[in-house]
């Protein structure tokens, strides 16, 4: 037992001994449940920036509280007010944001007709804009007034006056403008950059004629219908990305000359604050070398590469140049060139001025500068590879200052100047407060507390802890989950519910134990329940991530069996009943161990499940993957269907018969080869439903599951 | 007790006593098993007329044997000689048939890249067509020894010298031209009409244009390949059929002028021996009023209604007219116009001269005439509901006589002359007899009997019966297997296997007891299994099959339910384990049985089932429940997704994902209701199958009923 030691150990506690017969329900439990909503932990108040100002809200009021006195406020808008201010139209308080324009912060909020920005004083409307039911992608610019959108493949500009301007003017079919490509990869969210002073609008153009349609089916119309999706597999023909910039002035727009091969990745497109240029960080097909260019915006000319990055595996870039306010020539970038996500500031010419972080641990995300670009604000696992705090770092001296200091997983919003920081955090103690954070002093005083919505209920005991991975060096982070009313001498069914795909952590220390509904559900029936963090998983590093290069599922799987060696030996888990469900790359992972481990998993539950790497994307693909032309041998060992023979235990595979991310042919395949190989898979679909099963559908499905394993394992 | 008579019991007996222990497995129980094969009743020879001559033949060689000598043989074909009149390709003596050409029977065969006419002495190839890969019912005419066949939507003629002609030249898309349309339904097999002399091709056009594409998704493909079909629901446009008809004189088409509606059925297209007019029973949409219409070859027009039918409920003319050998103004017409399928003698004015069968029976089928139109042969079920015996009915006189004698069901076939008939036959007791009846004699003689294939095992007690139908009066059918090495002290879980459409008889007195291999399989695990032909199946009357008019599965349910009530009074039947097994219409009623009497059935599986009528097809649809504008009502009493709360047991759901007949939008939909109203329901699914499982996966698809009903019934 000496490998693993236990964090530590949450134990909900029943407040009213009285109801401890009161059971938590799916309705309570799942998002889209009835009842799941009183279960999230709620503030009195909650907070955002105008500015500096410090606005709090409810859903009746939205006061200014001052930053050094929050308790006293000044009612801002009721409403009642806002209700007035959008004709009547559904708007509620907390969707307002704040936008900075001509030097002053004004009250933004789109309601079901219009885009409406409210003045500085939040008593009248400045400007509007009319708004489309197929408008989307909404985006606007400040400096203009004037907003970008796209209806279907199409992207427009409309001003206030209503003026509409086609920007894509060919509308060919296939022809996409305006929206994100790629399939999200690359940390692209977008596909409008507008540019700094709002002379000029930056967009995507991809050319998706080259993709095969793929059929997807909707049955619920009168006669099933047919829905094509462009979905470019692994190995075939990608789509082809472009650049314009449309000038305000001209009325032109110019294609930055990106070149060939086309169906390179053009990632994090980022303004230069002269508005002169623009940076692309482009990567090869091949996703092992990435150049950061920079394009003329007036002649679409590369003019230079500020540097490149290679990688024999992949390199990954997930965020644009952060430019230094007040300083044009300078900005962040992020990189795990060093096997870790950290900071380097540049200049544009390319040159590394220094590092500004560096470390066995991650930068998660940076916050921004203060005012005068002396210090960069960041999260970070710095101090626990499951908690997030915030710093400051200096960008002279290098100088690290944790900022947040309880455990837990903090997620923070830094005010315009970067003088005060909210701080939104929980761990497995604590459902949520609300933390105001007065940089320059180091002074946290408490905003709001969540009261624990589950008080009324008895919950089962949450414990995080850590054991060695499948190398017998790396830690790897477990939640561990005990039966509600658990007794030490009784031998319970186990569950591993696993991701243990790139990009994901699941262990962290939230609130409660990061622990997911279901899991609770499934602790009051009598399960234990356990999730591991195997290698290949997220904020570890890139060799923790990248060790399932070209063999996706294979370390991950290792690991998991270390979680199971785990399991066997607590004395209450039950050996022979241990089982295993997850979705997505769960729903692979899930797959992988009912056919390695047929000995050691007796029921599964495969949600979404990837069954053969050939069919999924390019872009997430062919990065763990490579192509199946450059990988054969690598494809054959993951590929599930070369394993359905293996198939001893009860493994139900779930699918939504709409999936556009992992399409339904993988589950159905694998049906096929079972059924050719003489195994016995269950099956279920969930009918007009995508990736996840949403709404009430997510109750049924949840309840579809745990009766599955109630059938099988209990 | 007294409502239960038991009509006769059959018990398997084990010839080898010291096998008792051996099992059937579901290899040799299914159709598609590897060892299927061993298990059909095999004969050494099997027979086949040439005129009136009895050829006789196996896989090694075919003699032509004496009628009144059978004994006494001359070899006259050997597969070797056979091999090398077809060059080589693959060809079997069992696949020739005999045709009459020039007033002699010539030997046909249809080898990969040829169809061959052999000479009479069978020594020889007189005249042959290439074939193409794509051809497809190819369709030969005697009198002027050319081929019609389709390639894709159009229709060609091909001479004995290679000479193509393109029939249907328009070409557009959606237009078929050749093939069967209608789906099928009234008797229609066949889209090409030769006439008697050889001198004109009828053929429907299709036009398809009008029918919404259906999309079927083939997953097998590389990236999954959308598969459009034409299918048209209830109450949605339907195809436009017309009849043309192509002079090899000329060169010209007529087509017939069908008029409009232009949606109605052209249905059973006969021609007149003249070859001056063509016979269409022509049906309008809703399928209630039948006219029997005479076309003019040459101008297309109607010279002559020649009688009608109607019903409050529908008319189904599922078969053409009979003309009598030697007299072109004759014909025999087939018609339940009194309740029951009969004949009547037509002349081509439209003159009744005669009903030439009555009674509450039904003629099942038309077997031929002598030579002299004396007689017409039939089978009918006239001696007992589950047996067909033929008879010999004298088209002056109507007398009839019976012809076989043997308890059974009989499939006769007619020499040219109506002198002799060979009848294959089986029934609970007899694997497959073959017998040779010299008809004016009425001497029977025995040319084979096949050996039991079961002999080496222990099979289960089989029984057939009736009990009352739901209305008290009418006598239903049932099946009824006891587990092998049954006890009577014990309580045996109970399995329905259950149709109950149209057109279907699943209880008759052949061998082993009508039983499918599944059910043998299923007795060898200890369940009791039943059967029950319920009102609404075929061969019974019109009446007795269309009280289910406008409301299918109701009157099906509360017969089956009679039978639930019968197998409660069984001592060795476990009322609480009671389980439904059915496909395609049975899939509809086992999902009305589980939905309907949750508290009486506890599993059921239901294959390719209707859910909603509203999704299945215009034809069958429209003829049992007329639309869904005009039978609201109607359409929502029988939709399963109205009961779908219901659900009590466990029910598996099962389907090929490329089923044409009944479309996967039933169980998916059915499935979302499920979802909705938070039932239970288990699915899967059958890739690249159609509606019926077959090849290896029907094996699979047996274990996997079998392994459900183990899981929850056992």
């Given at each position: ?179 994100i490509v790629h399939?999200n990869e690359f940390g692209i969210n977008s596909g409008i950059f ?8 930056a967009?995507y ?36 990305v472009?650049l ?12 930055m000359?990106t ?5 390179h990745y053009l990632t994090n497109v980022s303004w230069d604050?002269?508005?002169?240029y623009i940076y692309i960080a482009e990567l090869?097909?091949?996703q092992?070398?990435m150049q950061l260019n920079k394009y ?10 500020l540097f490149e990055e ?5 390199v990954e870039p997930q965020n644009p140049l952060f430019f ?7 900005f962040v970038w992020q990189s795990r060139?060093?096997?870790?996500n950290?900071?380097y500031?540049y ?19 940076v ?252 872009m ?95």
């Amino acid at each position: 037992m000496k490998n693993y030691f236990s964090l530590f150990i949450f134990m909900f506690c029943a407040m009213n001994t009285f109801a401890q017969e009161k059971q938590l329900t799916l309705e309570d439990l799942i998002p889209g449940g009835k009842t799941h909503h009183r279960f999230s932990p709620k503030t009195d108040y909650s907070f955002r920036w105008k500015g500096d100002d410090l606005i709090q809200y409810n859903l009746d009021s939205m006061w200014i509280a001052e930053v050094r006195n929050p308790g006293k406020k000044k009612l801002f808008l009721t409403k009642e007010e806002l209700r007035t201010l959008v004709d009547n139209e559904k708007a509620n308080l907390d969707q307002i944001s704040f936008t900075l324009i001509d030097g002053k912060y004004y009250g933004r909020i789109a309601a079901s007709s219009k885009l409406i920005f409210i003045n500085p004083e939040m008593n009248d409307i400045s400007f509007a804009f009319q708004t489309e039911k197929n408008d989307r992608n909404i985006s606007f610019c400040p400096e203009n007034k004037t907003t970008a959108f796209t209806v279907d493949n199409n992207l427009y500009l409309r001003s206030t006056t209503g003026e509409v301007i086609n920007i894509s003017r060919d509308e060919k079919p296939n022809i996409v403008y305006g929206q994100i490509v790629h399939r999200n990869e690359f940390g692209i969210n977008s596909g409008i950059f507008w540019s700094p002073k709002g002379n000029f609008l930056a967009f995507y153009r991809m050319d998706e004629s080259m993709v095969t349609d793929y059929p997807l089916v909707d049955i619920s119309a009168r006669e099933a219908k047919l829905k094509n999706i462009k979905y470019p597999m692994a190995g075939n023909a990608g789509h082809e990305v472009t650049l314009g910039i449309y000038s305000m002035q001209s009325g032109n727009t110019v294609y930055m000359k990106t070149g060939e091969p086309k169906d390179h990745y053009l990632t994090n497109v980022s303004w230069d604050p002269t508005e002169k240029y623009i940076y692309i960080a482009e990567l090869n097909r091949e996703q092992n070398h990435m150049q950061l260019n920079k394009y003329s915006v007036e002649t679409g000319e590369k003019t230079a590469t500020l540097f490149e990055e290679k990688s024999d595996k992949y390199v990954e870039p997930q965020n644009p140049l952060f430019f230094l306010p007040g300083n044009p020539e300078q900005f962040v970038w992020q990189s795990r060139r060093t096997g870790y996500n950290h900071l380097y500031l540049y200049n544009t010419l390319g040159t590394l001025i220094k590092q500004l972080s560096s470390g066995n641990w991650e930068v998660n995300k940076v916050l921004g500068f203060d005012a005068e670009s002396k210090n960069v604000y960041i999260t970070s696992n710095e101090l626990n590879p499951i908690e997030f705090q915030s710093f400051q770092i200096n960008l002279q001296s290098g100088k690290k200052t944790q900022l947040s200091k309880a455990p837990g997983v903090h997620s923070p919003q830094l005010s315009a100047s970067g003088k005060y920081m909210t701080d939104y955090y929980s761990n497995r103690e604590t459902p949520k407060n609300v933390d105001l954070i007065d940089i320059s002093k180091g002074k946290i005083s408490r905003l709001q507390t969540a009261v624990n919505p589950y008080s009324d209920y008895t919950l089962p005991e949450i414990s995080l802890g850590s054991i060695k991975a499948a190398d017998k060096e790396t830690d790897i982070y477990y939640r561990l989950i005990k039966p509600t009313h658990f007794d030490s001498t009784k031998k319970y069914p186990t569950i591993i519910y696993v991701y243990g795909g790139p990009h994901s952590q699941m262990v962290l220390n939230n609130w409660p134990g990061s622990v997911r509904g279901w899991e609770i559900y499934m602790a009051q029936k009598g399960y234990v329940l356990f999730s591991l963090d195997n290698r290949g998983t997220s904020n570890r590093g890139l060799e923790f991530e990248s060790i399932t290069h070209r063999q996706l599922g294979l370390e991950e799987t290792a690991d998991q069996m270390e979680g199971v060696k785990f399991l066997e030996s607590l004395p209450y888990v039950d050996a022979d009943r241990i089982g295993v469900h997850g979705w997505s790359y769960g729903g692979f992972m899930t797959t992988n161990l009912m056919l390695r481990h047929p000995d050691k998993l007796k029921v599964g539950v495969a949600g979404g499940p990837v069954i053969d790497w050939k069919y999924y994307e390019i872009m997430y693909g062919e990065r763990y993957m490579d192509s199946p032309e450059e990988n054969p041998e690598g494809y054959e060992k993951t590929n599930m269907n070369n394993l359905a023979g293996n198939l001893k235990g009860r493994l139900l595979l779930i699918h939504g018969d709409e999936d556009p991310i992992v399409v339904w042919q993988h589950s159905l395949s694998f049906l096929k080869t079972c059924i050719k190989v003489g195994t016995y898979p269950d099956y279920f679909v969930y009918p007009g439903q995508e990736h996840n099963m949403v709404g009430r559908d997510r109750v049924h499905l949840h309840e579809k599951i745990a009766r599955y394993f109630d059938d099988y394992l209990k």
